[in-house]
């Protein structure tokens, strides 16, 4: 169906009981920033490798690396796929496409001010660039958290949109202490409100519209289709539970409540690689480029469950230890599989959407023939030899070894970014493709 320019400004309407999908630029820049966000983000962890090495968790540009791939790259994907899948996947309109380019302006801006006040240390500047998130946050809650209360068939689905969106805020409540006391303001405990605020974006926010959303979009990749929902709500509910005791126990309550807290997240990191277990094992395909990527995604999440376990029970201000904790949750779980799940995706809505307007994606004749299959490939062997590098070399207090760790994931991101710009150079000059299809019909 076709609508009107007019009418992608104001709502997304529905005819005949189907949902308009949204313009194909609002996904597709969304994904295009955080490709640039992970270039970006590559080239600040080669640069930061020494410092990671020894544990500088502290130091501004370190703060600075991590917001560009939590924010710039995942969240910037995350709220671009909740676009795409909310009308698509669960048959609830977007309030507006207009509110969708207004959230994404929002945090693109408020990722430049909020990276910039990290490298520079103005507490302004950073209290600017979470006033600018936190308002791309409003307009994407506003867009697509109707699916809750609307979508007749992924209710669980729209919970965990809900609950995600929650931690995501409750998180930027912790960090906004943080910023008060740069501000001179008030004197806060650093490493305890760190430690909740990184869990807030990485579990709460993360991993729940990972688990959430993959729930509907893994198990149809994979073809195997079956009924999880207990093990959803299991998974929901004691992530909820452990993320606010650990909260109320970092934030002042005491360690056995933020002990209890701990263990609950343990056990939901568990159920969130039992889920991806569930996924493949009942899988009716072989697994392809983007699907490797995933399963090393899945891979990493459950490291990550291991080094959470030493922090807990071992020395939690060993910062070497925080450094690979984060390495394999950022890196090998969020990025991988953002990673992993764009290339599902991204070809796909760019044949369907711009074959009638760029004829070497016509004359190619399939979806699954814009990226090289080699060298996404060798995307994900790069990507999981890098970030299992990267957490080994922290973990080691190894500096070399951290810097080849990042080296090699860089190469994997760059070869990515790489794979994107020739799908695109294809699309646009069909003559330069010496394997191209004749044109059906």
């Given at each position: 169906m076709t609508v009107s320019l007019a009418g992608q400004r104001r709502a997304l309407p529905t005819t005949g009981g189907a949902v308009t999908t949204p313009p194909f630029r609002l996904p597709a820049m969304h994904f295009g920033a955080a490709l640039w966000w992970l270039l970006v983000?590559?080239?600040?962890?080669i640069w930061l490798a020494p410092r990671l090495a020894r544990g500088a968790v502290f130091d501004a540009p370190v703060f600075a690396l991590v917001h560009v791939i939590m924010l710039g790259v995942v969240a910037t994907a995350i709220f671009g796929t909740l676009h795409?899948?909310?009308p698509g996947g669960l048959g609830v309109p977007l309030r507006s496409v207009r509110l969708g380019d207004w959230a994404f302006g929002l945090m693109q801006g408020g990722v430049v001010c909020l990276v910039t006040g990290f490298f520079v240390w103005n507490g302004a500047l950073q209290g600017?660039?979470?006033?600018?998130?936190?308002?791309?946050?409003?307009?994407?809650?506003?867009n697509v958290l109707g699916a809750r209360r609307q979508s007749v068939h992924?209710?669980?689905?729209?919970?965990?949109?809900?609950v995600s969106h929650s931690a995501l805020g409750a998180g930027m409540l912790v960090a906004s202490a943080r910023i008060g006391e740069t501000l001179g303001w008030w004197h806060v405990d650093r490493l305890y409100l760190l430690a909740t605020h990184l869990l807030l974006g990485l579990v709460g926010f993360g991993t729940l519209t990972i688990v959430g959303v993959g729930s509907r979009m893994l198990p149809t990749f994979l073809n195997g289709p079956g009924n999880d929902e207990p093990w959803l709500r299991a998974q929901l509910w004691t992530t909820v539970a452990g993320l606010g005791l650990f909260a109320v126990g970092a934030l002042g309550?005491?360690?056995?409540?933020?002990?209890?807290?701990?263990?609950?997240?343990l056990v939901a990191g568990g159920l969130a690689v039992a889920l991806g277990?569930?996924?493949?094992?009942?899988?009716a395909r072989t697994l392809d480029a983007p699907l490797w990527h995933i399963a090393s995604a899945f891979a990493a999440l459950g490291a990550g469950v291991l080094l959470g376990a030493w922090l807990l029970f071992g020395d939690g201000f060993a910062f070497s230890h925080w450094v690979a904790f984060v390495a394999v949750l950022l890196l090998g779980w969020l990025s991988t599989l953002v990673i992993g799940v764009a290339a599902k995706i991204l070809p796909h809505m760019s044949y369907m959407r711009l074959a009638p307007?760029?004829?070497g994606f016509k004359a190619l004749g399939s979806p699954n023939r814009l990226l090289h299959d080699d060298w996404q490939?060798?995307?994900?062997?790069?990507?999981?030899?890098?970030?299992?590098?990267?957490a080994a070399g922290a973990l080691l207090g190894h500096s070399d070894l951290t810097r080849i760790g990042a080296l090699v994931w860089s190469s994997g991101v760059v070869l990515t970014a790489a794979n994107y710009a020739q799908m695109y150079v294809r699309g646009r000059w069909p003559a330069r493709q010496p394997n191209a299809m004749p044109a059906s019909g």
């Open positions: 983000g590559s080239g600040l962890l795409q899948f909310v600017l660039g979470w006033l600018l998130v936190l308002s791309a946050v409003f307009a994407v809650s506003r992924g209710k669980t689905v729209g919970l965990f949109i809900t309550a005491g360690r056995p409540v933020r002990l209890a807290g701990g263990v609950l997240l277990g569930r996924w493949f094992r009942r899988r307007i760029m004829p490939h060798a995307s994900a062997l790069l990507l999981t030899a890098g970030w299992s590098g990267t």
